[in-house]
């Protein structure tokens, strides 16, 4: 058996777009008959007047009503299955970030399919067998460490399930396995970063890292320069979310240039948040996305409230399953200073691209006297001395003058030392709004 073949499932892969088309309309018309089977759907359904049976085609899939985070939480845990409760083998619970927790249900089918995907994504980039892959993230309720985990097992790594944090442990299994490939968040990585600098690491001579995976939370072109740079790998973005399986819905091929949606899993519409009426091709707007490919638990017309874009034109790959932009955040990250919109990647651009400037930040929001104040706290550089007050001014200075010419207001900047910022387990928390 030939190893170098070009795609993992190249049928797929390769399919023309007026192939995957045919493809998405018969999933999508058997997925509507499945979702009529689901407590939640039937309901919503016969509110809205809609008998499946007019649903001939997939351009009525836009008289289905939305489908939201909220709609989960009110129908937690059951009301969203197809199936009988003995066909399912796994849950996952949503880590609830921004709220009350969300079940989604997976059949021995999804948790094959899903491994699929998830074969192809690392496939896509130039994993395997042979490589070593550490999946550095949390394994348990959260999607990502399971959810590489199968892939990565499927693909033929050899998987070392070392979990998040424990920084020493990663750094050993490192050296003594010689990994090759990791799967990490990105504020992880920039934390690790520190952990390796302390330690004298110098990745590029002492580790045999070459590609790392990155994702679960926004972070910027500025953090995947630097980890390339100091740990010596290509990174690759990863985008997922607990809703539509986890990891495995977008990611980026060797050209780095947009994620690919997998489109015989996912229909993908890009919506305007305010009025749900789809944005012009190649206009930024809320990512929406169908199940087509999923037995458990489909979901239709997923509000992700992720904001991103169809990147126009074909990948020099070979797949022409449409790409996606870097996600900038979700709709509801964004926060109003001064009649400002910001969001925080647009914080995180500004200070990564600045040498002095550490692997941590935050931003701070206050209201003072009715006056709103902006404080962006910014570790820095253990390169940088940190007695010399003329030299933190004017590095205060220049953070402040970009910010301003990045956000067009001008935020409080307070410098703080290496490892001086609180650090979370899971995902980073980049604003601390205190103004409510
Ligand atoms: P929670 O909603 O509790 O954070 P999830 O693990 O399901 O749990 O998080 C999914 C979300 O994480 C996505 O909706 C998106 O906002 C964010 N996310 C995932 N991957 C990326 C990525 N590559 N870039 C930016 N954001 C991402
Ligand atoms: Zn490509």
Known sequence: MSRDKEFWNEEVETLSPGEIEALQEDRFLRMVKQAWESPFYRQQWIRAGIDPEDIKGIEDLRKLPFTTKQDLRDFYPHGFLCVPK??????????????????????????AAWAELMARCMYM???????????????GLFTGG???HYGAELLGLLTVPSGAGNSKRQLQLMKDLGTTIIHIIPSYALRFMDYLNENGVEPRK???LRIAYLGAEPYSEEVRRRVEEFYGVKVYN?????????????FECSYQKGMHIWEDAYIVEVVDPETGEPVPEGEIGELVLTT???????LVRYRTRDLTRILPGSCPCGRNHRRIDRIQGRSDDMFIVKGVNIFPIQVEQVLMAIPEVGTNYRIVLKREKNVDEMIVQVEVTDRIFIEDMRELNRLKGKIQHELKSELLITPLVELVEPNGLPREEGK????????K
Not at 125 to 139: I, K, L, S
Request: aromatic residues 8%; proline residues 4%.
């Open 206 to 208: 002492d580790l045999n």
């Open 428 to 435: 980073a928390v980049r604003l601390i709004d205190l103004r």
């Open 292 to 298: 087509i490919n999923r037995e458990g638990m489909p």
């Open 125 to 139: 980039t130039g994993a395997r067998p042979g490589d070593v892959f550490q999946n550095m993230t949390g394994y």
């Open 146 to 148: 399971l959810g590489f």
């Open 238 to 250: 990863s985008y997922g979310l607990s809703e539509m399986n986890g990891p495995g819905v977008a």
């Open 86 to 111: 003995d066909r399912l083998v796994r849950v996952h619970i949503s880590s609830g970030t921004t709220g009350q927790a969300t079940a989604v249900f997976y059949t021995r089918a999804d948790i």
